[in-house]
């Protein structure tokens, strides 16, 4: 066991990641110790998803659902510059399954957001996440739009939420560039409380949504960024995001950022944390055996 634990110091040592999840596992503490209320409970929300009995039987909703996809076909995905083709199982991998599709139904669950919208759905995961969030809360009358470019992609997702047996009348897939979305939204919905970005990881791109859905959000509203780490620019969009004068608080997740919308505009300080929601044990057998 010592030799065990002397060679798994020695790898996470040399691990170019070593000083990500030691800042992300220090940061814990800190924000554990933040007083303000929305610091609490977000502190909650990604320390107890694991555990939360709601959370888990959303999460087996979800794997019943992806299990019985045809892993072995092709679907088209249409982009701008032309058509490219995905795998189902590589799309799926790429999906936010598990501990990140936990913190989202979390979130919805504890937030109760009302109207929330997704910016890429891709086969529909991370919307069966949050809307499995939604619908465990008592008398939440909510609406959620996702928003998907590829109709073969939105056919996908519309069969799986049918299957995860969610009210259409609420969950609204719109297949449509984000682009052509996004102006009109405003003025024919109410503000957003709650926002997932999984769409172009591009510094330009990021900002620029992060700049519109900013003048949309109500006032302690939650953005999440997925893929935060994805390129340079991407991360740099991230920082900037933190760093902007109507974010109140910020949580680098390692993979995914998390921030909420200045609830109070008298309030001059920013709070950003840092969170790790794996346990150490699990971060250093990961770093050991990248560097075997």
Known sequence: MNKLRENMSKNFTKSKKAPLVLK??????????????????????????????DVQKVHSKVMDVVSNLDMN???????????????????????????YGKV????????APKMVLELGTCIGVSAMYIAGGLEVVNDLKY?????EASKSLTDIAKANLR???LDERRCHLINDYFEN??????????????????????????????????DNMRPGGIMMFDDIRWSSGMFRAWKDICDHKDIAVSVDLGAIG?????YDHSIDSKKHFSFHVTDVWSILQQLCRQNE
């Not at 998390?258 to 200045?262: A, D, M, R, S, T």
Request: hydrophobic fraction near 40%; charged fraction near 20%.
């Open 24 to 53: 992300l596992l220090l940061g814990k503490k800190a924000m554990a110790r933040d007083p303000s209320p929305v610091v609490s409970k977000l502190y909650y929300v990604l320390e107890q998803y694991s555990g939360d009995e």
């Open 104 to 111: 989202l139904t979390m979130i919805a669950k504890y937030f």
């Open 73 to 99: 076909g092709a679907e088209i995905y249409s982009t701008k510059s032309g058509m490219t083709y995905y795998d189902v199982k590589r799309l799926l991998k790429a999906s936010t399954l598990g501990k």
């Open 163 to 165: 299957k995860f047996g």
């Open 258 to 262: 998390l921030c909420v919308v200045k």
């Open 143 to 147: 609406s959620l739009f996702s928003v």
């Open 181 to 214: 979305v996004l102006p009109g939204f405003s003025s024919e919905n109410d503000l957003i409380d709650f926002v997932f970005l999984d769409g172009s990881h591009t510094y330009e791109a990021t900002l620029k949504y992060f700049s519109w859905l900013l």
